[in-house]
């Protein structure tokens, strides 16, 4: 069974860049694609972006100019960064699996990662 | 930005049949297929339901979805203590090119 490992730095000083990596096992990287999500304290659901299989990405428009999400394929794992934080950007991250249509929805997370930023 | 409209609360005695609403548009429910996590505190999400009324492997009969133009509904029948959490409807909004989330419904059992 799939399974997503995620790791990251958990307390940022605003302006910094947030980066966090999610490990995939027990599965492929191929024919997916891999999606970052967060949750601000008390709040709902947010995505953020993904990534396909073959590289290609997007991102929540509100957060394009911040966001880059990348692939590491041979460590079969894939990474987000979000640029420029401020304390609007602490939540808890939550890394997951899609598919190429969207309807099938996340099916396998991440547990998720707190990231607070504080000025 | 617009999202899903749901309740943000709903409630239930074991053995009962509680169903949780969620409201969309033509660009997202109405377009795209709706699906429903569940969150219980301090875990991941979990997917229950994904194209209207698919249940994933391992998510119970006791859960089904169903869709209406541009509303969803979650059912959930045989209330159990265990599924006291937060629900979500989700949809990939073909306009906004963005994935819409309620805002959550909180289910408690009595």
């Known amino acids: 069974q799939v399974q997503l490992q995620q790791w990251g730095a958990g307390l940022l000083k605003a302006s910094e860049t947030l ?3 999610c ?18 304290p008390g709040k709902g659901l947010e995505w953020i972006g993904d ?14 100019t911040r966001v880059t999400i990348s692939l590491d394929t041979s460590n079969n794992q894939f990474s987000l960064k979000l640029s420029s934080v401020t304390a609007a950007d602490t939540a808890v991250y ?26 | 930005q617009s999202g899903l409209t749901q309740p943000l609360s709903a409630s239930g005695t074991p053995g009962q049949r ?3 609403s969620c409201s969309g548009g033509s660009s997202n429910i109405g377009f ?18 994904y194209s209207d009324n698919k249940r ?5 009969d006791r859960f089904s979805g169903s869709k209406s133009v541009t509303s969803a509904s979650l059912a959930i029948s045989g209330l159990q203590s265990e599924d006291e959490a937060d629900y979500y409807c989700a949809a990939w909004d073909d306009s906004l090119n963005d994935w819409v989330f309620g805002g959550g419904t909180r289910l408690t059992v009595l």
């Open chain 1, 19 to 21: 980066s966090l990596t």
């Open chain 1, 23 to 40: 490990a995939v096992h027990f599965g492929s990287l191929n024919n997916y694609y891999w999606s970052w999500i967060r949750q601000p």
């Open chain 2, 56 to 60: 994933p492997s391992g998510v119970p």
């Open chain 1, 94 to 119: 939550f890394c997951a699996r899609g598919q190429r249509f969207r309807r099938y929805g996340l099916d396998v997370w991440g547990p998720g990662t707190t990231v607070t930023v504080f000025s």
């Open chain 2, 18 to 20: 509680v169903t949780i």
């Open chain 1, 51 to 64: 990534i396909s299989h073959s590289g290609s990405t997007q991102y929540k428009p509100s957060l394009k």
């Open chain 2, 32 to 49: 795209n297929g709706v699906v429903w996590y569940r969150q219980l505190p301090g875990s991941a999400p979990k997917l229950l339901i």
